[in-house]
């Protein structure tokens, strides 16, 4: 029996977990959240095939890596505030890599559609209506 596949909604969660992690990251630690955030168990080549986790993974090993450790006694305010720069700069990096991956697409779209003798008018054009009665309507 096929398993269940993630939805774009739940890679979006998945995402923002890791956006805001804290701590030491593993993919079986990762796998221990995923599985009570969406109730049901993925193994690593699951979440790691999709793009979007891989490379917030990625990127959060790499947030937590640089970080320094601090020992300060800090008021919580002043801790709650560096937690949700960190986790805002997480989410920045995210989409900044997100945006790149867009612009190599569109690269490949823009040569494909020259190469092909389609102009930008035509790619501009809008989209024909839809007749959504077509069923309702005598023949």
């Keep these: 029996m096929a398993k269940a596949r993630l939805t774009s909604d739940e890679i979006e969660r998945i995402v923002e977990l890791l ?9 079986e630690l990762l796998l221990e959240r995923v599985e009570t955030l969406l ?15 891989q490379i917030a993974y990625q990127q959060a090993k ?20 560096k937690n949700t720069i960190d986790s805002l700069r997480a989410k920045i990096a995210m989409m900044e890599a997100e945006r790149g991956r867009y612009e190599e697409k569109f690269a490949t779209w823009l040569y494909n559609a020259r190469s ?21 309507k005598e023949r």
């Excluded at 790499?62 to 505030?81: F, G």
């Design 19 to 27: 956006t805001s992690w804290r701590g030491t990251l593993s993919w």
């Design 39 to 53: 109730r049901r168990p993925f193994t690593r080549q699951g979440l790691a095939k999709q793009d979007n986790i």
């Design 62 to 81: 790499d947030r937590i890596r640089k970080q320094k450790p601090t020992y300060s006694e800090a008021l919580p305010e002043i801790e709650l505030m």
């Design 116 to 136: 092909r003798g389609i102009s930008e008018l035509d790619l501009n054009r809008h989209l024909p209506e839809v007749d959504r009665d077509w069923s309702t």
